[in-house]
């Protein structure tokens, strides 16, 4: 899961690679935890939500714990390549970033909690690296699926740099931008800290808490 400091820099969308029409590859039916669909159709009334916070493995692991989530998967997006592989993504030429989506239930846990997990979760101010992961694939983004969503997201950004910003951090750099398409990424990505639980995660927060959900 390590990247090389030479892939800091997004690759030019004339240099990326082209991909390809069609997913190479099969995902799981079925979440290896939750026991829900990876894919849609999901039940209606659920909402998405889209983050990217380094390394996908723990990143995952943080959502499908949460009450309310009914589904998780890992994936990449926000690049040029269509239907890219883990390899490809890893070269640094199809401008992607790992991230998560999960899928929950608005009645049971609210977008603002999600993105107090989000915040708390990792560094949102290390630009295109999380810890040892150095890239641009483990940059920080919340890929918005709405207006609503999109407001939110600048808001809680907003009040956690201040806190950031009194606890001696530098400004945050994470992405807010409407969500691309997710391209799910293979079978052995999807929940791999519990089919391998001591498996390598890269993911630490500042220790500062977010303040979301907690101003009108």
Known sequence: MFGRPDKVRMVDPAAALPGRAVRPFSVPYRHFVLDATLEPPFPAGYERAVFG?????????MFWRLAGVHSTAVGYAGGYTPNPTYEEVCSGRTGHSEVLLAVFDPGRIA??????????????TQGMRQGND??????????????????????????????LAAAGFGAITTEVV????????????????????????????TGVS??????A
């Open 53 to 61: 916070m380094g390394c996908f493995w723990g990143a995952e692991r």
């Open 111 to 124: 977008y603002t909690d999600l993105l107090r997990v989000f915040w708390e979760g990792h560094d949102p």
């Open 134 to 163: 150095i890239g641009t694939q483990y940059r920080s983004v919340i890929h918005t699926a709405d207006a609503a969503q999109q407001a939110a997201a600048l808001r809680s950004a907003e009040l956690f740099g201040e806190r």
């Open 178 to 205: 409407p969500a691309p398409e997710f391209f799910y990424a293979e079978d052995y990505h999807q929940q791999y800290l519990a089919k391998n639980p001591n498996g390598y995660c890269g993911i630490g927060g």
């Open 210 to 215: 977010c303040p979301v959900g907690l101003d």
